[in-house]
């Protein structure tokens, strides 16, 4: 029996999802199942983003605002409760339709073998603890340049398939070992000996990217945070601390409802003594900055895992689907065109067994992976390769991994943009001085006659006094400037100074 359809419907947090989801529900005559690991929790619908009742337009939703405060949701939770509903919707000949941007819940629900079970049941994976000894619990709880020196130890070649600042995979792959006494590379090799050989789906399934622009989303994100705050979302975050304050001990803000975007970042106001605006302004700035991160990682992963892995379907010929369509919500006056009728023509063609539509539109087609983005995620690839010349915001080393990322890297702005102020920096600006002119050309020793830029006044003694002559020729001369000086020469050259005095006939003139 072939495996009944299901679409799913991905993008980042606040493009659009559920919208185009009661959409393609009411068309298509669909069910909707929630795969957002926060929309679980009981009681607040607006932090986590939950979908409106008065706006669901009578579409129904599963899985989803049905846990409590205190209880973990766990993915096999959600992987046993989410493929029970998908039953019943088809058993009433409806469609599900999976949204969310949780992507190790989607990983277990929809692609076989992707994710490594530890425990037999749910219910024992909350006594994974008591499976580790007391060094290991420690370790898993030690800082991240703990957890990541132990895994490379354990397990060398899986630590290089992962950047040491990814903590959560970091440390999920190190409690794998600990869980199974086997490597967790000996787990993915098994997993990818199978993907290999066949489809990877569990159902026959349509995959819609619902996508915006950086820019664009970014100002809309941070705009819904502020809508958030103003309609509830504040005292939900109240909510939650009054909570959180009474247990003991306080709970990890890393598991659970505590992870929620807003709570972690409002606690320096909350747990202050006496809470000043300048605090509140600063959490709000962080929620905002949270949330944009958290749509850059959920972009990470629909590029770089997901349609990588759907890609791998087109060499069986996608037999169970598996094609993942753009839809680009950036402009939201061309959603009915770009998004709705779009998405639609495909879901004609999905349930016709047809793909004459092309899987990303005019002018986004790089968002979608090429054959060398495929290999890229091969064993072979699994190495740390850094950055002689570009650094992070923290000043730390930039690590890429495995070849085709450091090549992208090589290619992209911020590469070639330090690459030419290395360059700048180790090569000295020139300056042509004579008794009326004195230009400077940086990068490339100049003409000793240069056209004058703006007339700018200082002193001939102070400017020529940081420089060292390099030529001279008819009654000019070329000078050079070292790095340390060149700060306090462009202060001069830039910043006219009335109370300076220089002989008569000497006017500086500079090109920038």
């Excluded at 469609?95 to 992507?103: A, C, K, L, N, Q």
Aim: glycine share 6%.
């Amino acid at each position: 029996m072939p495996p009944k359809n299901v679409i799913v419907i991905v993008g980042t947090t606040g493009v659009g999802k559920s919208q185009f989801s009661i959409e393609l529900a009411k068309r298509y005559n669909g069910e909707i199942i929630n795969a957002d690991s926060m929309q679980m929790y009981r009681d607040i619908p607006v932090i986590t983003n939950k979908h409106p009742l008065d706006e669901r337009e009578g579409i129904p939703h599963h899985v989803m605002n049905h846990t409590n405060w205190d209880e973990e949701y766990f993915i096999h939770r959600f992987e046993k409760e989410a493929r029970e509903k998908i039953q019943e919707i088809h058993e009433r000949g409806k469609i599900p339709i999976v949204v969310g941007g949780t992507h190790y819940y989607l990983n277990s629900l929809l692609l076989k073998d992707k994710t490594i079970k530890t425990n037999e049941n749910m219910e024992e994976e909350q006594d994974s603890a008591t499976r580790l000894t007391e060094q290991q619990k420690q370790i898993l709880n030690g800082s991240p340049d703990l957890v990541y020196d132990t895994l490379a130890k354990e397990d060398p070649k899986i630590a290089g398939k992962f950047h040491p600042n990814d903590t959560r995979r970091v440390k999920r792959a190190l409690e794998i070992i600990y869980l199974t006494n086997k490597k967790t590379s000996d787990h993915y090799s098994s997993q990818q000996e199978v993907s290999s050989q066949q489809s990877s789906l569990k159902f026959n399934t349509l995959f819609f990217w619902v996508y915006a622009d950086k820019p664009v989303l970014d100002k809309r994100l941070d705009t819904r945070v502020d809508s958030m705050l103003k309609t509830g979302g504040m005292q939900e975050i109240k909510d939650l601390y009054s909570h959180y304050k009474t247990l003991t001990p306080l709970p990890d803000c890393e598991r659970g409802v505590w992870q929620v975007i807003g709570f972690k970042e409002f606690l320096p106001w909350l747990t202050s003594s006496e809470p000043t605006d300048s605090q509140l302004h600063s959490s709000v700035e962080s929620m905002k900055a949270r949330t944009r991160q958290y749509a850059k990682k959920q972009i990470k992963w629909i590029k770089g895992s997901l349609a990588v892995d759907l890609q791998r379907e087109s060499k069986f010929g996608y037999p169970n689907g598996g094609r993942l369509y753009v839809l680009n919500a950036t402009d939201l006056e061309q959603w009915q065109s770009n998004v709705f009728e779009r998405g639609s023509e495909i879901t004609e063609e999905f349930l016709d067994d047809k793909s004459t539509i092309p899987q990303a539109p005019l002018g986004l087609e790089e968002l979608l992976p090429s054959t060398e983005d495929v290999k890229a995620d091969k064993e072979s690839e699994w190495k740390h390769i850094e950055c002689d010349i570009c650094r992070n915001s923290d000043d730390s080393k930039l690590i890429l991994i495995g070849e085709q990322q450091y090549k992208i890297h090589l290619s992209s702005k911020r590469h070639r943009s330090n690459l030419n102020r290395g360059k700048r920096k180790r090569e000295p600006l020139y300056f042509v001085i004579n008794p009326s002119r004195l230009t400077s050309v940086s990068n490339n020793p100049p003409p000793l006659m240069q056209p004058p830029g703006q007339a700018i006044t200082s002193t001939k003694s102070q400017a020529v006094g940081l420089a060292t002559t390099t030529a001279s020729s008819g009654g000019c001369s070329v000078f050079s400037v070292d790095l340390p000086a060149m700060p306090l020469l462009l202060l001069l050259l830039a910043i006219p100074d009335p109370t300076l005095t220089f002989p008569e006939g000497f006017n500086f003139l500079t090109r920038f």
